[in-house]
């Protein structure tokens, strides 16, 4: 009955492993406190602003939301300099880039991803069983050259993160343009921009929206569940060519962003100084972690983001993050991506950090 019923796609599907919870670390291992730095969240949440529109939005949760998220994708289409029909709403860009494999991906077609690079890229082409094109990295970079080389005429989709998750590196504005110079008009560039309100300091970063590069051959997914600390609401959108938004718009499931979502979306849009002070603190919180980092002879990439590929060679990264949980610090074991000798660790508060290194400096002594 299974063998009929399964699509032989899913059989050996693996789903999305999520960060460890804090309450069921603190029951397993009867922990007073549980610091959780695995997830990339901000760690100094929402604004005051932000938690006033919950509040209120809340009050009218027994109706369904606005279907469309029209008011959200009109003031992302104005900051944008787009019209809204470039603009569409996901629970969280998870969303969206599965919306992408369902509405265009065939088991003839292919996509083109990068090693070490977010997982849910290589998902997305996995579920409707087509070809994945894995190419190395480059001092742990996109090698968007290579990744240029390995489209062929079925490859609809090349994924890009820009900044990368997990190693928190970017691809300059430069390799950009000649990267999108070189791609084929029949195949489709995935920006996946979700750090790029921590990127942007970067002065040779390369945005694809801040430089207006959006265009009939990109896609550029974008998040609230970063800087602007809305993880647990679920909200992300993409900028995308017109008749790929309508055809994500004729499949995506019906109210996908709740009424308190799109009211906390739209008030942290209006919160630039929250924004601001998010980024100033991680720069804060990245440079102890880093400086405590060399202090202990460890190594680490250089990341633009708000969290840290940390190496602990010769140990493996699971191991590390096993003897962390009993600790009561969450990070996170990064096997997934091949990287199974490190560690990804979100930058939080100056009490987080320090708790971590602690933690950290015991492991290793």
């Not at 950009?176 to 750090?195: G, I, M, N, Q």
């Amino acid at each position: 009955m299974k063998d009929r019923f399964e699509r032989p796609e899913i059989r050996h599907f693996e789903p999305y492993a999520p960060g460890r919870g804090i309450e069921q670390i603190r029951k397993q291992y009867g922990l007073k406190r549980v610091i959780k730095l695995a997830s990339n969240e901000n760690a100094w949440g929402v604004s005051t602003r932000v938690t006033r529109a919950i509040r209120a939005a809340a009050a009218g949760v027994y109706r369904y939301p606005e279907g469309a998220s029209a008011d959200l994708r009109a003031v992302l289409a104005r900051r944008h300099k787009v019209l809204s029909s470039r603009v569409i709403m996901g629970a969280g860009s998870d969303e969206i880039i599965e919306l992408l494999g369902k509405a265009f991906l065939r088991p003839t077609d292919e996509i083109v991803v990068s090693a070490h690079a977010f997982v849910r890229y290589r998902m997305a082409g996995e579920l409707m069983g087509c070809r994945v094109r894995t190419v190395p990295m480059k001092g742990l970079r996109h090698d968007l050259e290579m990744m240029s080389e390995a489209v062929t005429r079925s490859t609809k989709f090349v994924f890009i993160a820009n900044p990368n998750n997990p190693t928190g590196t970017y691809n300059t504005l430069g390799e950009v343009r000649k990267f999108l110079s070189r791609l084929p008009s029949k195949t489709l560039s995935v920006w996946d921009e979700a750090y790029f309100e921590y990127a942007r300091l970067e002065p040779d970063y390369g945005c694809i929206l801040e430089n207006h590069l959006a265009g009939p051959k990109t896609i550029v997914l974008r998040t609230f569940s970063k800087v602007y600390g809305l993880a647990g609401l679920r909200v992300g959108y993409a900028v995308a060519p017109p008749w790929v938004v309508s055809a994500l718009d004729r499949i995506r499931p019906p109210f996908n962003v709740s009424t308190v979502a799109q009211a906390a979306a739209l008030s942290a849009l209006g919160d630039a100084g929250h924004v601001r002070r998010s980024v100033e603190r991680n720069l804060e919180g990245r440079g102890f972690l880093c400086r405590a980092l060399d202090r202990l002879g460890i190594e680490w990439t250089p990341s633009c983001a708000n969290f840290l590929l940390i190496s602990v060679a010769p140990r493996r990264g699971r191991d590390v993050f096993n003897r962390l949980l009993e600790q009561g610090v969450i990070v996170r074991a990064v096997e997934e991506y091949g990287l199974p000798r490190h560690i990804r660790v979100t930058v939080g508060t100056k009490d987080e950090n320090r708790v971590f290194i602690r933690a950290l400096e015991k492991v290793v002594r």
